[in-house]
């Protein structure tokens, strides 16, 4: 597997955050959470999941890919180099079957 980064993750949740005229404390009372829960996401020490992902791209008023930008271009990437070796492989399989 590649290493993903979401290395933007952290400061965009930040800079939205801040652009709502927000604090941390707002955020976690908004989404029924803890203060340090919304710190770890935007020290980068861990990511939120799928459901607190779509909750703050709407309480931030963004889509949530906006929030996975370098994600899931890093994903895309994996995907894309992983579908070239597999016909590749199915190209050199079908050479030696014949």
């Known amino acids: ?9 952290p400061n965009l949740l930040r800079k939205y955050r801040k652009v709502r005229g927000l604090r941390q404390i707002d955020v ?11 710190s770890r996401w935007e020290k980068g020490v861990c990511i939120p999941t ?3 992902a779509v909750r703050l791209a709407l309480l931030y008023r963004v889509m949530v890919d906006a929030l996975f930008d370098d994600l899931v271009r ?4 994996e995907i894309h180099s992983r ?10 399989s ?3 079957a014949s």
């Not at 597997?1 to 993750?9: E, G, T």
């Not at 890093?74 to 990437?77: D, F, P, V, Y």
């Not at 579908?83 to 050199?92: D, F, M, R, V, Y």
């Open 28 to 38: 976690a009372r908004l989404l029924g959470l803890s203060r340090s829960r919304v």
């Open 50 to 52: 799928l459901v607190n």
């Open 83 to 92: 579908e070239k070796n597999l016909s590749t492989e199915a190209t050199l």
């Open 1 to 9: 597997m590649v290493n993903v980064s979401y290395k933007q993750l």
């Open 74 to 77: 890093a994903l895309r990437e």
């Open 94 to 96: 079908n050479r030696h």
